[in-house]
């Protein structure tokens, strides 16, 4: 399918060696990306790697970029497999698992810092209601809120950034607004419980 | 899908009509840090002065050079061997000296006809080198002792 955006349009200028068009895109997506990365990955640091890891591969295989999907999907498909990467050595540190690749070997010697016991309650303490609720939901379907939230983008394409079946992707989205409308009743019945009280 | 999933919520959520949706978009929206946005600007930066030329866009470049490169080849070919001929400029400064000035050592009679040297004598009286001329004309009947120099000489 051949399909192009503005966005992908400036995909298309810097590929070809305008660097001012790279400069727009990347202020349009950093804040979603960083936001998605920061919230799926639940870790500042984690965060801020990931999200260079991203806009490295970006440039990096940009001159191969051909459009055939809206830019954001492109762009957060990248965003996903990092993120996929990340939670897989994430899991193999955890579980202790000997590392076998070269990369997964580099970083046996550290600790993800959200793991660290003081991190990890100072990130819950900076958190509102509604953003502990998002980092407790399961991580498939946390990403999915995270995509649709900070891209807009329909099922369809989130479907395709997880490469997932269109009904996979709306399963995970459905659970994921129904546990975190779950999360938040009891915080919000207080509320209007407050409120009545004062009319 | 379970009996506790209704599936007008989705709908509803995806139309922007949710709750949570609203909530989380009160939330603050936080952005990378600076340091983060000028590595990854520099990164961009400095890679994009590294990229190579795409084929079409080396065409025009590549159709100039190999026009630039027949012509001189062409030019080379008719003009190079005539510019570079070794004889021409000695030919014409032989030819510059014997005019502007005579000989002062004579070269062999047998190389010179006796008009010519004649000439040269006359010429060598007329620039004022008298002793020059008398020793050329000792030279010249010592050469040609039986040659009939006309009146005028």
Not at chain 1, 64 to 86: G, Q, S
């Amino acid at each position: 399918m051949d399909f192009e955006d503005d966005d992908a349009g400036l995909m298309l200028r810097y590929r070809d060696g305008d660097a001012a068009a790279f400069a727009a895109l990347y202020a349009h997506y950093k804040g979603p990306l960083y936001r998605y990365l920061l919230r799926h990955a639940r870790s500042a640091s984690a965060a801020a790697d990931l999200f260079q890891e991203v806009w490295s591969h970006l440039i990096a295989t940009r001159a191969r970029y051909e459009p055939r999907a809206k830019f954001a999907t492109f762009l957060f498909h990248i965003a996903h497999n990092c993120a996929v990467d990340f939670f897989r050595r994430d899991l193999n540190l955890r579980e202790g698992v000997p590392a076998h690749d070269s990369e997964s070997s580099l970083l046996e010697a550290e600790v993800p810092e959200h793991q660290r016991p003081d991190r990890a309650a100072e990130f819950a303490e900076q958190q509102s209601a509604v953003l502990a609720a998002v980092a407790a939901l399961p991580q498939e379907q946390r990403e999915a809120f995270l995509l649709r939230e900070e891209t807009g983008l329909n099922i369809e394409e989130i479907a395709r950034i997880t490469d997932v079946p269109i009904e996979t992707a709306k399963s995970r989205l459905r659970y994921a607004v129904r546990k975190l409308k779950n999360s938040l009743r009891p915080m919000q019945e207080p509320e209007a419980l407050r409120l009545r009280t004062y009319a | 899908m379970p009996d506790d999933l209704k599936p007008d919520e989705l709908d509803d959520y995806l139309r922007g009509g949710s709750d949570v949706s609203c909530q989380y978009k009160r939330e603050s929206a936080p952005l990378p840090p600076h340091e983060l946005d000028q590595r990854v600007l520099k990164v961009a930066g400095s890679l994009n002065s590294k990229t190579p030329f795409k084929p079409q866009s080396l065409a025009p470049f590549a159709f100039a050079a190999s026009v630039l490169l027949s012509l001189a080849l062409v030019l080379a070919m008719v003009f190079g061997p005539q510019v570079k001929k070794p004889d021409d400029t000695p030919q014409v400064v032989r030819v510059r000296i014997f005019k502007s000035e005579p000989r002062a050592v004579p070269a062999s009679p047998r190389e010179r006809s006796p008009v010519l040297w004649l000439e040269d004598i006359n010429a060598l009286r007329r620039a004022g080198r008298r002793n020059e001329a008398d020793a050329e004309m000792r030279r010249f009947r010592s050469a040609y002792p039986d040659y009939i120099i006309p009146i005028s000489e």
